[in-house]
T-cell receptor, first 113, second 112 residues
C-alpha cells in the first residue's frame, strides 16, 4: 500500500540558508500535518492543512512557512536556518472520512551546520 | 493546552517478559493511538482505538481506550529483541482536523 512519501530523506544546510521539505500524502488523504522532532524529543506539531487550507498552527517559527498544493502534496519552507532547527521533520496524512488514523512518513533529517 | 503523561519513561526488561505502559491526560480524547519509532525512522502505527472501553489486539500487542477517555495502556506480551524502540501514545480530539498530541515516549530496552 502507498505510504506517505517525504523528500529529501537527508539534508545538510549551513546557518542562514533556506531549506524546503516535500511531502506526498497517501492518495485520497485530505489532511496533512507537519511535525518536528529534536534529538531525544517527542514529535512537536508545527502546522496542518485540510483540503489545501491551513487548519491549525502549532509551534512553528515565523521563519518557517508551509503550503499544500492542488495535488495535495505539501512543502515546508524554512529560511534563515539556525543550528537549533536540526531535527527530524515528519509529515503525516489522514483521510477525515475514515476515522482519525494518522500515518507518518519516514521523515526528513535536516542538519544545520 | 492538552498534554499527555506517558509512563514509564524507560524500561529495561529481559527477553520474554511482558511489558506495560500507559498514558493519561487531563483532557478527553476521541482517539488514542500507539506508535513505535525506531531510530531515524518515522512513527509506525501499532494500534488505533476509537471508542471508550475498546480493547484491541495486534499480535502480541494489546491496547485499551480508558472508559473516562483520559487514558490508555499498551501491553506487549513475551517481548522479543525487535520490540526495542520508543513507544509513543498519541491522542486526538473530536474535531476532524485536530492535530495529534504525543506523549513523551517510553524507551524499551531488552537486556541480553
Amino acid at each position: 500500500a502507498a505510504g506517505v512519501i517525504q523528500s529529501p530523506r537527508h539534508l545538510i544546510k549551513e546557518k542562514r540558508e533556506t531549506a524546503t521539505l516535500k511531502c506526498y500524502p497517501i492518495p485520497r488523504h485530505d489532511t496533512v500535518y507537519w511535525y518536528q522532532q529534536g534529538p531525544g524529543q517527542d514529535p512537536q506539531f508545527l502546522i496542518s492543512f485540510y483540503e489545501k487550507m491551513q487548519s491549525d498552527k502549532g509551534s512553528i517559527p515565523d521563519r518557517f512557512s508551509a503550503q499544500q498544493f492542488s495535488d495535495y502534496h505539501s512543502e515546508l519552507n524554512m529560511s534563515s536556518l539556525e543550528l537549533g532547527d536540526s531535527a527530524l521533520y515528519f509529515c503525516a496524512s489522514r483521510w477525515t472520512g475514515a476515522g482519525n488514523t494518522i500515518y507518518f512518513g519516514e521523515g526528513s533529517w535536516l542538519t544545520v551546520v | 493546552g492538552q498534554q499527555l503523561n506517558q509512563s514509564p519513561q524507560s524500561m529495561f526488561i529481559q527477553e520474554g517478559e511482558d511489558v506495560s505502559m500507559n498514558c493519561t491526560s487531563s483532557s478527553i480524547f476521541n482517539t488514542w493511538l500507539w506508535y513505535k519509532q525506531d531510530p531515524g525512522e518515522g512513527p509506525v502505527l501499532l494500534i488505533a482505538l476509537y471508542k471508550a472501553g475498546e480493547l484491541t489486539s495486534n499480535g502480541r500487542l494489546t491496547a485499551q481506550f480508558g472508559i473516562t477517555r483520559k487514558d490508555s495502556f499498551l501491553n506487549i506480551s513475551a517481548s522479543i529483541p525487535s520490540d526495542v524502540g520508543i513507544y509513543f501514545c498519541a491522542g486526538q480530539g473530536r474535531n476532524r482536523d485536530d492535530k495529534i498530541i504525543f506523549g513523551k515516549g517510553t524507551r524499551l530496552h531488552i537486556l541480553p
